[in-house]
C-alpha cells in the first residue's frame, strides 16, 4: 500500500504580518497534486494543524475545500485528516461521517477512529486521533483512566486504537504529538506551558508506521517507522535554508516500510541576510533577490529600512546587532528570546532583577498564559 504522508499546512499562516496564501494555495494546488498524479498513493494523509488557527480565514476554508475536491474526487484518492493542537475539531469535522463515502476520512474524536483499507495482500486499518489535551482525554476517557499529563493521554489514546484494529491487519497511526527526542523549530506552537508535552514513543511500538503531525522538520525514529514530514513551507527564519518535503510511504505484504521524501520548492524562499547596510545592499544582484528576508545590520544607519526595501521588495524583518554603548540600558544584542512563554517570562524577571516566581505566583502565571493561548486568534 502506498500512502502520502502530509502535516502542518497551518493555512491562514503569516510571518511578520506577510500572509503565505498565495504562497499555500500555488504550492497545493500545483506541485503538490502534481506528486499526486505521478505517485498515486492509495490515501493521504493529513496528520494535523491543517489551519493556523481554531478559526481560520474564509479564504482559507476555500483553499481546503478546493485541494480536497481535487484530490478525492478529481484524483479519486482518499485523503484521512485529523485536527492538530491549532485545529478546532469540531469544526474541521463538520459533516465528516457524511463525506466518509465519498473518500474524506475525518476522524471526529481524540480517542481516535478506524478507516479500513485494502490492498492485495489484505486488509490495512489505518487508526486516526486528532490532537486532545490532558483535560479533553481525561473527560472522554473517564476519571478512572488517571489522565493528568500528555503522555498519559497518548498512552490512552494509542492502547484504545490498538483495539479499535482488527485481527490480522497491517496498522498505520496518524497522531498529532509531541514524541520525545523529536527536532523542534520556532515556527511550533508549545503543547504545554512551562513544559515541553512530550509522550513517549514507546506507546507507538507494535504499529507498522506512525504518520505524524506537529513538529516541522523532517524526521523519522524506530528505524523510519515513526515519522514527521514536516511543514510544507518554511514558516519562521528558523527554519531558513531547510528541505521541505512530503514523505511517500510503501507498506509490504508484512507491514515493513519503506519511505521517500518528495522535495517541495516555495516560489519565495526564507533567507537570513546578515552583515553592514552596505554589504547587504551589494547583495541585491545576488539570485534570490525576490526572497522573503530577515535582515540583521551589524551597523546602525538613518533610513536602513528605506534604503533596503528600494533594493528588496520582500523585507519582511529587520533587526540590529550593533553593540551597546558602555552603561547602555538594553537586553544583550542578538540573545535568544524563549520561546515558552513562561520561560520568557522568568527570564524578564531575572532581567529586571525580581526575582523567580513562588508556588502561587507560578500556578496565576501559567492559568494565564493558557487562557491567552487558547483565546489567541
Known amino acids: 500500500m502506498r500512502l502520502l504522508h502530509t502535516a502542518d499546512w497551518h493555512l491562514g499562516r503569516a510571518l511578520c504580518g506577510q500572509s503565505f496564501h498565495a504562497e499555500q494555495e500555488r504550492l497545493l494546488t500545483g506541485a503538490f ?164 508535552g512530550a509522550v513517549s514513543a514507546a506507546h507507538l511500538a507494535g504499529f507498522h508506521y506512525t504518520a505524524l503531525g506537529h513538529l516541522h522538520r523532517r524526521q523519522s525514529m524506530a528505524e523510519g517507522r515513526i515519522a514527521y514530514s514536516g511543514s510544507p513551507l518554511a514558516y519562521s527564519f528558523a527554519e531558513a535554508g531547510g528541505t521541505k518535503s512530503v514523505t511517500l510511504v510503501e507498506l509490504d505484504a508484512a507491514g515493513n516500510v519503506t519511505a521517500e521524501d518528495i522535495p517541495l520548492t516555495p516560489r519565495h524562499k526564507l533567507r537570513v541576510l546578515r552583515g553592514t547596510l552596505a554589504e547587504v545592499l551589494a547583495m541585491a544582484d545576488d539570485p534570490g533577490r525576490e526572497d522573503w528576508l530577515q535582515v540583521i545590520l551589524t551597523d546602525r544607519q538613518l533610513g536602513a529600512k528605506a534604503l533596503l526595501q528600494e533594493r528588496y521588495p520582500f523585507v519582511l524583518e529587520l533587526r540590529f546587532e550593533s553593540p551597546l554603548a558602555m552603561g547602555e540600558a538594553g537586553a544583550t544584542p542578538g540573545a535568544r528570546i524563549p520561546q515558552d512563554p513562561l520561560e520568557a517570562l522568568m527570564a524578564f524577571r531575572a532581567a529586571i532583577g525580581a526575582g523567580d516566581l513562588d508556588g502561587e505566583e507560578r500556578a496565576a502565571a501559567i492559568q494565564a498564559i493558557s487562557a491567552a493561548m487558547r483565546a489567541e486568534p
Open 33 to 196: 497534486l502534481d506528486i499526486l498524479r505521478e505517485t498515486r498513493p492509495d490515501a493521504v494523509l493529513l496528520a494535523g494543524d491543517v489551519y493556523d488557527r481554531a478559526l481560520p480565514p474564509a479564504d482559507s476554508v476555500e483553499l481546503l475545500d478546493d485541494v480536497l475536491q481535487r484530490i478525492v474526487r478529481g484524483l479519486g484518492i482518499p485523503v484521512v485528516m485529523i485536527a492538530g493542537n491549532h485545529d478546532d475539531e469540531r469544526r474541521l469535522a463538520f459533516g465528516a461521517r457524511l463525506l466518509r463515502p465519498s473518500g474524506l476520512h475525518i476522524c471526529d474524536s481524540a480517542m481516535g477512529c478506524a478507516f479500513p483499507f485494502e490492498d492485495a495482500h489484505g486488509p490495512v486499518s489505518i487508526l486516526a486521533a486528532g490532537y486532545g489535551t490532558p483535560a479533553l482525554l481525561a473527560n472522554l476517557f473517564g476519571a478512572e483512566a488517571g489522565i493528568t499529563t500528555h503522555d498519559a493521554g497518548f498512552a490512552a489514546v494509542t492502547a484504545h486504537l490498538r483495539g479499535l484494529a482488527p485481527a490480522g491487519a497491517r496498522t498505520v497511526v496518524v497522531a498529532h504529538a509531541f514524541i520525545s527526542g523529536g527536532l523542534t523549530s520556532e515556527s511550533e506552537r508549545m503543547l504545554q506551558v512551562g513544559g515541553s
